[in-house]
T-cell receptor, first 113, second 115 residues
Framework: KAGVTQTPRYLIKTRGQQVTLSCSPI?????VSWYQQTPGQGLQFLFE???????NKGNFPGRFSGRQFSNSRSEMNVSTLELGDSALYLC????????????FGPGTRLLVL | DAKTTQPPSMDCAEGRAANLPCNHS???????VYWYRQIHSQGPQYIIH???NNETNEMASLIITEDRKSSTLILPHATLRDTAVYYC????????????????FGQGTILTVHP
């Protein structure tokens, strides 16, 4: 079974721009969670989607948003990029409920100049 | 979710067992212990999890103390490719509400396997 895939793998943007990252979960998985990883803050939870509904959200500003499609694929969007948004963005999928094991993708590395 | 405490770094010789400790003294009865590892700049990789019984899979063994206040991840024959940051996480068994989808990562243990 194919793992979690994320596109693009690397991205360079400038301040003020917006960016959309994509995540395709493991086939059959319905829950997708997103995380941001920076050297200073470590891995931090962004939000979780299940059946196209956001069920939980971390402590990030409204510039960070996401959505999930009927095929469980998910996108996250960051508007008005700031230098501090430079990070590795990871998504993880799990089969059904949020208590089940999460499997992570390779991440998208975003650099904001 | 209960907080975990791990040593910041550990060394291990290639071929020897690596024993990574984790303290979770405030763990609740309905919280699982999960272990993930992250090799530089890659996504975290699931290793193993358990509730109260010891667990073993093809990657590692998880030993949980009887009082569940600490656990040890054992890599039986460490290789250079096991060099990574190892995260111990506890989370409720039926996560809901503000716990949906959320894993709380600490700083982890940097395991370095030497030739």
């Amino acid at each position: 079974k194919a793992g979690v895939t994320q596109t693009p793998r690397y991205l360079i943007k400038t301040r003020g721009q917006q960016v959309t990252l994509s995540c395709s979960p493991i086939s059959g998985h319905r829950s997708v969670s997103w995380y941001q990883q920076t050297p200073g803050q470590g891995l931090q939870f962004l939000f979780e989607y299940f059946s196209e509904t956001q069920r939980n959200k971390g402590n990030f500003p409204g510039r960070f948003s996401g959505r999930q499609f009927s095929n469980s694929r998910s996108e996250m969007n960051v508007s008005t990029l700031e230098l501090g948004d430079s990070a590795l963005y990871l998504c993880a999928s799990s089969a059904q409920g949020s208590w089940e094991t999460q499997y992570f993708g390779p991440g998208t590395r975003l650099l904001v100049l | 979710d209960a907080k975990t405490t791990q040593p910041p770094s550990m060394d291990c010789a290639e071929g020897r067992a690596a024993n990574l400790p984790c303290n979770h003294s405030t763990i609740s009865g309905n919280e699982y212990v999960y272990w993930y590892r992250q090799i530089h700049s890659q996504g975290p990789q699931y290793i193993i999890h358990g509730l109260k019984n010891n667990e073993t899979n093809e990657m590692a063994s998880l030993i949980i103390t009887e009082d569940r206040k600490s656990s040890t991840l054992i890599l039986p024959h460490a290789t250079l490719r096991d060099t990574a940051v190892y995260y111990c996480i506890v989370r409720v068994a039926n996560a809901g509400g503000t716990s949906y989808g959320k894993l709380t990562f600490g700083q982890g243990t940097i395991l370095t396997v030497h030739p």
